[in-house]
């Protein structure tokens, strides 16, 4: 099945920085690439996703790259805010799954004033 | 507006007993789903129903049982509890088919002693 793999698993930047979580996907079927940032105490949210056809995705200071050859993945938060401390979980799923996502093991991120 | 709520937040009770998790979308989704969040934050797919019939289930003792009254709703009802089954349960919906949004709700967390 598929194996999502993510790091780092803890990030530490100041604030106005950049933060980029990187990920790698080992089922090449795979097609759909989400990111979900969960606060403390509340359910994942979904921020950005990306599909196969797309190399890049960008909604404002969140950005996601997809390197399908490589089978890896990015999410990049510029100009990081107190507010982006979170948990962030990539991951993926393929057609004929049943739409069932599997996903990374998340990265702390803590934004530091 | 509350899109995926779940009851109860928080689920506190001993080894041996059965207790349910109710969960409803006004989503207007065709499918639903539960994820088990361990201790360490791993996030993995229970269940999936599409319009009240099962879709996925991974390999999920059948102390679980999920129950699906209609499109809106998906129960999670588990018997004989135990201690490993502490976790942060976490309901989802996303429309039918694959690469679909999935929208999570704000989770129950479950205690066995």
């Known amino acids: 099945g598929e194996n999502v793999e993510q790091h780092p698993s803890t990030l530490s930047v100041q604030e106005g920085d950049s933060a980029v979580i990187k990920c790698t996907y080992s089922d090449s079927a795979s097609n759909y690439f989400p990111w979900y940032k969960q606060e403390l105490g509340k359910g994942p949210q979904l921020i950005i996703d990306?599909?196969?056809?797309?190399g890049e995705k960008k909604d404002q200071r969140i950005a996601v790259t997809l390197n399908k050859t490589a089978k890896h993945f990015s999410l990049h938060i510029t100009e990081t805010q107190p507010e982006d401390s979170a948990v962030y979980f990539c991951a993926a799923s393929k057609p004929g799954g049943g739409n069932k996502l599997t996903f990374g093991t998340g990265t702390q991120l803590k934004v530091e004033l | 507006d509350t899109a995926v709520s779940q009851t109860p937040k928080y689920l506190v009770t001993q080894m041996g007993n059965d207790k349910s998790i109710k969960c409803e979308q006004n989503l207007g989704h065709d499918t639903m789903y539960w994820y088990k969040q361990d201790s360490k934050k791993f996030l993995k797919i229970m269940f999936s129903?599409?319009?009240?019939?099962?879709?996925i289930n991974e390999t999920v003792p059948n102390r679980f049982s999920p129950k699906s009254p209609d499109k809106a709703h998906l129960n999670l009802h588990i018997n004989s509890l135990e201690l490993g089954d502490s976790a942060v349960y976490f309901c989802?919906?996303?429309?039918?088919?694959?690469?679909?949004?999935?929208?999570f709700g704000p989770g129950t967390r479950l205690t066995v002693t």
């Open positions: 990306i599909r196969s056809n797309v």
């Open positions: 129903y599409n319009n009240k019939e099962l879709i």
């Open positions: 989802a919906s996303s429309s039918a088919g694959s690469s679909y949004e999935q929208y």
